[in-house]
């Protein structure tokens, strides 16, 4: 049903009490305090003047964002914005997130981990909500935008020498608005230290690494025959991946950490590893120095 938009300077739309309701919300469209004329044929037969759709009027007063591919852009401004009065700021009809899930429903589901700038509703911190010629309307590439508040990492990045492929794009491994996942995961990994080992356990790690190949007599990781990755992981209290390797980054080769923080009072376990041309070796940590 189409409804009056504003108040008339020339005539009170609301003097009878028939669309006072529309203007009773903290801030008023523009329009609204000038003239209902100004989108609203008062005397003709249809309530819009010259008009083949809603934007059409909008357009009139706002930058043309219409060559931008955001749904509701292309439909109707009113779906987000609301045209007389509302209790929020650019007349929004309902606060981010909820706005946005109301088309995006894969965002008004119950999750384990949940993204801060999601859950403080700054989408536009990420994203142009009218659109662009971007991926998912992105503002900049993903881990720009990352980096922003992630400086610890953007820091690191820049000075380690050996770095984990994904991290090249965060979204990966990482969903940027919630997940049923620790640490807002895209697949099933080990949340502690040490697990017994299954398949689907590391499910996010197996999404690009071979398993045959990991456990197979292929891996460089070996003592004579024996694969050391079975060793540290296939057995009941299995080592966990991000135990001996950094997920993102790391000075030494494989991505192997200097030293893991390990109990309740954040023992440091230096590894000492080191990397020669056809062999390495690490400890004393968890063990005594061992060559491989």
Request: glycine letters at 4%.
């Amino acid at each position: 049903m189409l409804i009056i938009f504003l108040i008339s300077q020339e005539r009170d739309c609301t003097e009878r009490g028939c669309h006072d309701i529309l203007i009773e919300e903290r801030v008023l469209h523009q329009p609204v305090k000038e003239d209902c004329s100004l989108c609203h044929n008062l005397e003709g037969e249809h309530p819009f003047k010259k008009i083949e759709n809603i934007n059409s009027i909008c357009l009139n007063c706002h930058e043309n964002k219409s060559k931008f591919k955001h749904p509701p852009n292309d439909n109707k401004c009113t779906h987000c914005h609301n045209p007389h009065s509302s209790p929020l700021n650019f007349l929004l009809r309902e606060k981010l997130p909820y706005l946005c899930s109301s088309c995006h429903k894969e965002l008004s589901k119950t999750a384990l981990s949940f993204h801060a700038p999601f859950v403080d509703g700054k989408c536009k911190s990420c994203h142009d909500v009218h659109g662009n010629d971007k991926r998912s309307y992105l503002l900049r590439e993903t881990n720009s935008l990352c980096f922003d508040c992630h400086k610890e990492m953007e820091e690191q990045y820049r000075v380690k020498k050996y770095k984990h492929p994904p991290i090249e794009n965060c979204i990966t491994c990482h969903n940027p608005h919630q997940s049923n996942f620790t640490m807002l995961l895209n697949s099933m990994y080990p949340n502690k230290p040490y697990v017994f080992f299954t398949h689907l356990q590391y499910e996010l790690c197996f999404n690009c690494h071979n398993l045959e190949d990991l456990f197979s007599e292929k891996s460089s990781f070996k003592r004579g025959e024996e694969n050391l990755h079975k060793v540290h992981v296939k057995r009941e209290k299995g080592i966990v991946c991000s135990f001996c390797h950094n997920p993102h980054f790391s000075k030494n080769f494989a991505l192997v950490e200097g030293g893991k923080k390990f109990g309740p009072y954040n023992y440091v376990l230096n590894f000492d590893f080191i990397k020669t041309e056809k062999k390495g070796t690490c400890g004393p940590a968890c063990h005594g120095k061992a060559e491989y």
